[in-house]
């Protein structure tokens, strides 16, 4: 879903002071609340969050994506409408996917999504983009602009041509690219992470881009690969030196989906699966959450809440981080129970989270609180 999905530091010394006074083994007051509450029960899968201020703008999968408006982390939240004003020339269909939003400057921002492409596999897709010049609520507009990413194998309209810079190697089996998450490190370089899409064997890339968010400086790179299942959904953040991955584990139609982290000393490469990831959690990587952790079905497609995204936080930053799971009765906002329960059920949506995210003494990642939604 994450990173330029991302904004100013609110105050939070209390939550702070919790996080520092921990153990490298994390001690059992490290350990969040059991339950999880929705802070928007209506569809919101695979959020992008951006705050502004004190009030946060989310964009989710949908037609032409869903923008949606928080007066805090907790709401109340609205739905704006539509994020795109219509689907760009290049694309085949409505329905898109993962979207997220990076501010350039003044009112410009720019709005990542990935969309549906011929000449791939059935449902594969390409990393659009779109420019709103009047704030992060939008409208977004794709205008002319050609895909920033998009494997060797896609077949375009006339006139319209992915950057020559965004070409892939040929994934062979017509894969194509979804999850698009900006990124900006300390040292004021900008990236946009994407996944390649369907398993046994999934990749995350990276590509660099120049300051106006859309043109690559140069093809992309891999940084994760897992050859037995999904990770997918990844944002990055940028603490004392260190960058953390964290990313989506497994399937996302059922309630195994999890929400793993790995770290490197680099944000192109050096992320490496630890020994015993992801049941087991060290320094190097881990699960920040689980189904059994807050009763959430399939917590993930997170994203983190951080310091305007430009990376370098201070040691003791806390993150907001908001994510989704999946409800079964969303008149009464019951989350699914288990993947049974959510094969089974007919009308079953993805709603909102948040929760605060702090760090232990080791480096490593932790869930504080999970947020409670405003009455």
Not at 40 to 55: H, I, K, N, R
Not at 145 to 151: N, T, V
Not at 259 to 283: I, K, N, Y
Request: hydrophobic share 40%.
């Amino acid at each position: 879903m994450s990173s330029l999905r991302t904004s100013f530091v609110a105050g939070l010394t209390g939550l702070v002071a919790l996080a520092s006074s921990l153990g490298a083994g994390g001690a059992a007051s490290a350990d969040p609340p059991r339950t999880a509450t929705p802070v928007f029960s209506q569809l919101a899968a695979d959020p992008g969050v951006v705050q502004v201020g004190s009030e946060f703008y989310a964009f989710a999968t949908g037609a032409l994506t869903r923008a949606l408006h928080g007066e805090s982390e907790r709401g109340p939240w609205q739905l704006l409408g539509t994020g795109l004003t219509r689907r760009p020339e290049w694309s085949v269909a409505d329905g898109m996917w993962a979207p997220d939003a990076v501010h350039v400057s003044g009112d410009r921002w720019v709005l990542y999504y990935a969309a549906r492409v011929s000449g791939l596999g059935p449902n594969q897709r390409c990393i659009g983009t779109a420019i709103s010049t009047t704030g992060p609520a939008g409208p977004y507009d794709p205008g002319n602009l050609p895909p920033i990413a998009c494997p060797k194998g896609a077949t375009w309209p006339d006139g319209v041509t992915p950057l020559i810079a965004s070409d892939q190697p040929d994934t062979g089996d017509l894969d194509g690219f979804i999850d698009p998450v900006p990124f900006q490190a300390s040292d004021g370089r900008r990236y946009v992470i994407f996944k390649k899409q369907r398993p046994p064997v999934t990749i995350l890339r990276i590509v660099e881009v120049q300051a106006d968010w859309l043109t690559p400086v140069a093809p992309s790179s891999v940084i994760v690969t897992r050859t037995d299942g999904q990770i997918e959904n990844a944002v990055m953040v940028e603490r004392a030196g260190r960058f953390y991955l964290f990313a989506s584990w497994d399937n996302w139609a059922n309630c195994d989906y999890r929400t793993v982290w790995l770290t490197s000393g680099s944000p192109t490469a050096g992320f490496t699966f630890p020994e015993g990831f992801p049941d087991r959690t060290s320094v190097a990587g881990g699960t920040l959450m689980k189904s059994s952790d807050n009763g959430v079905c399939g917590p993930g497609g997170a994203d983190m809440v951080v310091n305007a995204g430009t990376g370098g936080d201070a040691d003791d930053t806390v993150m907001q981080m908001f994510f989704h799971g999946w409800i079964c009765d969303p008149a009464t906002v019951r989350p699914c129970a288990d993947n049974a329960d959510v094969a089974a059920t007919d009308g079953e949506i993805r709603t909102l989270y948040s929760a605060m995210v702090g760090w232990r003494s080791d480096g490593s990642p932790f869930v504080v609180r999970y947020e409670t939604p405003t009455s």
